[in-house]
């Protein structure tokens, strides 16, 4: 049996083709049309899925999409209706856009995927599942357990905005739900747009920037904005919030609470915009550890399992996996809408058809390289095509060249195998780093990724060498959890040092691996494992041969504003475009001096800020 599930017009759109409960591929649209959350239907996506499974569409046995769209009409009417006259603007704008398209986005499918082959009785086949219904099979399906309890946390979906519920078998129920207008999500959100960053981009900005503060606002926050209960349950008070009918996320009245307007994108960070978002992170890892306490009770699961974008936040994440109610947690590496269209194939798969699940000891994402790959004869194809000047090498003779590079303090790009789902970099389609290097972390984000200097970078550490250099209770393949430096790898903070305040804390090196340590001490690490990323795990096996580090830092390979890099062309344009001095595509090793110079490309300004 083949599934196809999509995710589209909200952002994030993205494509999963099932194949017998298998995932054979998954791809985000961005991908493709290097738009940046893309949000249109996934033409690409599904086009790669297609022929990933060797299949057309009239091979397709079910097309679901990851929500309900008369549910979600419902919500925006009710909601309109409920804050009438206010927001008239706003639905006067939204209205003519849902009735042309959303509404009969049953049509609209049909119609766009007949534009990708042959036309068959697709609608059918057509299926709708509940967004959280998606976000829930994306996370328990896809696991490794038989049994667990189910958190997803988004924005919205339909009308819910946090759900819980249990897993076993092929079973999924959803037990019970937090609706719109309150939502954690949404609180987040708020405070990105309030701190000038891009709402649903621009959270993991929020997270970064929380160490360099103090959580001075908490109290401001849950005594005006949010009303936690005992359970992790809670409710917003709406007079602060804009984004029910208008077209910001927060008022006067939110600007009044903090004493000043939200800050512009160019507007320096202040301390007091620092200690905003240590507020709010710590706000946001009270519901999400006061949740979980209270599923772990009413459900007596071992297991939890998380998705939503809210599950992309992994220093909560990793407070939740601490506060040990729970004695294994598993968190779907796409969370975010992206995931949504593996939940809807999964949730076709198991609950629609009733199929029952196979056991295999491992989860279903196959480490998330569910991407492109080229072989070696194409990659060399198309890289002479482009202009590029470049060696091929066996396996061994590239890792060695690698290390000497990356030894010699240069920036490597390393395109590798399948790309991955979901929003990180995974050693596929990653920038490489000697973590060791106290100027690196500056050096990456300046003159790289064109980013903000506070930004940190992860550390990917050998599977079996991670409990030597972090405090890791648990593997992290999906770089979802954070996890402090252990105390024998950091390094003593000087008396004038500890003076540092905000940005200025960058200028202290903590550990034996300063570019990927955090101010507080923390690191958003990846485990690599030989089974899903061979090539990967070599390259860190040989750089802890040469220097007794088995940790290299690896960021996405592009810069800010543009989506992951796909194809080798994709590698090549970012790497005339940046400081990126070596490039490594399959078996081809690339250095920027062999290069021909008017092919050079100037990538500072190439992509909308983030």
């Known amino acids: 049996m083949r599934i196809l599930g999509i995710s589209a017009f909200y952002h994030d759109s993205a494509a999963c083709l099932l194949e017998d ?90 119609d766009e995927l007949n534009k990708l082959g042959p036309k068959t009785d697709i609608e059918s086949r057509l299926l709708f599942a509940e967004h959280h219904q998606s976000h829930a099979a994306s996370a328990f399906f896809a696991s490794p357990f038989k049994e667990a309890a189910i958190l997803t946390m988004d924005g919205v979906g339909e009308w819910t905005t946090t759900s819980t519920g249990f897993g076993h078998g092929n079973h999924l129920e959803i037990q019970k739900e937090i609706h719109f207008p309150h939502s954690l999500g949404l609180l987040y959100s708020a405070f990105t ?48 919030f804009n984004y029910c009918t208008g077209l910001t996320m927060t008022n006067g009245r939110f600007d009044n609470l903090f004493n000043e307007k939200p800050r512009q994108p160019d507007q320096e960070l202040t301390q007091k915009h620092m200690n905003i978002a240590a507020s709010i992170q710590q706000v946001t890892e009270m519901v999400m550890v006061h949740l979980t306490r209270s599923l772990q009770k009413e459900t007596g ?60 000891g491992s989860d279903a994402m196959s480490g ?3 991407g492109p790959a080229y072989n ?4 060399e194809k198309r890289l002479t095509a482009a202009g590029a000047r470049f060696e091929c090498y066996d396996d061994d003779r590239l890792i060695a060249i690698i290390v000497m590079a990356l030894l010699s303090e240069k920036v490597v790009g390393w395109f590798q195998g399948r790309m991955e789902f979901g929003p990180r970099a ?3 389609r990653s920038i490489l780093a000697d973590p060791r290097n106290p100027s690196m972390q500056k050096n990456l984000n300046l003159r790289i990724k064109y980013r903000e200097s506070f930004r940190p970078f992860a550390p990917a550490v050998l599977q079996e060498d991670s409990a030597q250099w972090f405090t890791l209770e648990d593997e992290s393949p999906y770089m979802l959890m954070v996890a402090d430096v252990v105390p024998e790898k950091r390094r003593e903070i000087q008396v004038d040092e500890k003076a540092f305040l905000g940005i200025d804390k960058l200028k202290v090196a903590r550990s034996e691996i300063p570019a990927v340590t955090h101010v507080d001490y923390s690191a958003r690490v990846q485990t690599v494992h030989r089974q899903t990323n061979p090539q990967f795990h070599k390259l860190l096996t040989a750089f802890k041969e040469k220097t007794g580090c088995p940790v290299l830092i690896n960021t996405s390979f592009n810069v800010r504003g543009e989506p992951i890099v796909c194809t080798p062309e994709d590698a090549f344009r970012c790497f005339m475009g940046t400081g990126i001095e070596v490039l490594a595509i399959g078996n081809c090793v690339l250095h920027k001096e062999q290069q021909n110079n008017s092919l050079r490309l100037s990538y500072s300004e190439a992509f909308d800020p983030d």
């Open 193 to 240: 747009y309030y701190l000038g960053f891009k709402v649903n981009s621009g959270e993991y900005k929020v997270m970064g920037l929380a160490p360099y503060g103090e959580p001075k606002f908490t109290d401001l926050i849950t005594d005006n904005l949010i009303d936690i209960k005992g359970d992790g349950t809670f409710r917003l008070n709406m007079k602060y």
């Open 301 to 360: 699961a071992r297991n939890l399992c998380l998705a939503g974008g809210v599950a992309l936040n992994c220093v909560g994440n990793s407070k939740i996996s601490r506060d040990g109610q729970f004695k294994r947690l598993w968190i779907q590496p796409a969370a975010g809408d992206a995931g949504g269209a593996v939940g809807a194939a999964l949730a076709t798969y198991y609950q629609y058809a009733d199929k029952p699940r196979q056991e295999t």
């Open 21 to 110: 409960g298998r995932i054979i591929a998954a791809a985000q649209e961005e991908r493709f049309t290097r738009k940046k959350h893309d949000a249109r239907f996934p033409e690409n996506a599904i086009r790669y899925c297609l022929e990933a499974g060797s299949t057309d569409l009239v091979g397709i046995d079910y097309v679901t999409f990851y929500e309900k769209p008369f549910l979600k009409f419902d919500r925006l009417l009710e909601t309109y209706i409920a804050f009438a006259p206010r927001g008239f603007h706003s639905f006067r704008m939204a209205l003519p856009l849902w009735l042309k398209e959303k509404l009969y986005l049953k049509l609209l499918l049909r």
């Open 426 to 428: 995974l050693g596929a």
């Open 368 to 370: 998330s390289y569910l």
């Open 376 to 379: 070696q004869e194409e990659i």
